[in-house]
T-cell receptor
């Protein structure tokens, strides 16, 4: 069974808007990671947040982690058409990653 | 050249055939993983290996086997393919990086193999 659940499953926005994706998980974690997947291609690591961190930034990405609620969010600011992809959260546990089902983001020009 | 390569990239086969998917990496990582992805779903772990002598079953290992021929090579076999094994298969690698708390385990993915079993 999958550890993470993502919300929403699909998100459609206009270029320039912000996109927020949420991830909830069930058990304790070492860290939580976000990956991006362009259609039918391999996943690419975006950002990692450790369990003792609450917020992390990387360029236009902002990730938050609330271990008390077992949840994380990924914010993409000033979105671009090139951000169109699926985004997955993954929790690190026992040397493995457990992936959520993903959020499909569509950014319309 | 890509750090993680998978062959073949696409394969169509028939029910009952034996299929091998291969993964090679030049990243020098000890850890390698095989996942499958079905439409609308996330990735599910089939097998993983933390070093050449270490093989572990993942969430959905039934119907699959693996071989870790060297640090750089990890192959996935379907002994007798069935239609519900039609999926996109990904290989990934990682390098244990310790740093508190826990380990990082950022993974690097190959381009995927699209397998269709008729």
């Amino acid at each position: 069974s999958q550890q993470g659940e993502e919300d929403p499953q699909a998100l459609s926005i206009q270029e320039g808007e912000n996109a927020t994706m949420n991830c909830s998980y069930k058990t304790s974690i070492n860290n939580l990671q976000w990956y991006r997947q362009n259609s039918g291609r391999g996943l690419v690591h975006l950002i990692l947040i450790r369990s003792n961190e609450r917020e992390k930034h990387s360029g236009r990405l902002r990730v938050t982690l609330d271990t008390s609620k077992k949840s994380s969010s990924l914010l993409i600011t000033a979105s671009r058409a090139a951000d169109t992809a699926s985004y997955f959260c993954a929790t690190a546990l026992g040397g493995k990653l457990i992936f959520g089902q993903g959020t499909e983001l569509s950014v319309k020009p | 050249d890509a750090d993680v390569t998978q062959t073949p990239r696409n394969r169509i086969t028939k029910t009952g055939k034996r299929i091998m998917l291969e993964c090679s990496q030049t990243k020098g990582h000890d850890r390698m993983y095989w996942y499958r992805q079905d439409p609308g779903l996330g990735l599910r772990l089939i097998y993983y290996s933390f070093d050449v002598k270490d093989i572990n079953k993942g969430e959905i290992s039934d119907g699959y086997s693996v071989s870790r021929q060297a640090q750089a090579k990890f192959s996935l076999s379907l002994e007798s393919a069935i239609p519900n094994q039609t999926a996109l298969y990904f290989c990934a690698t990682s390098d244990l990086r310790a740093g508190g708390p826990g380990t990082y385990n950022e993974q690097f993915f190959g381009p995927g193999t699209r397998l269709t079993v008729l």
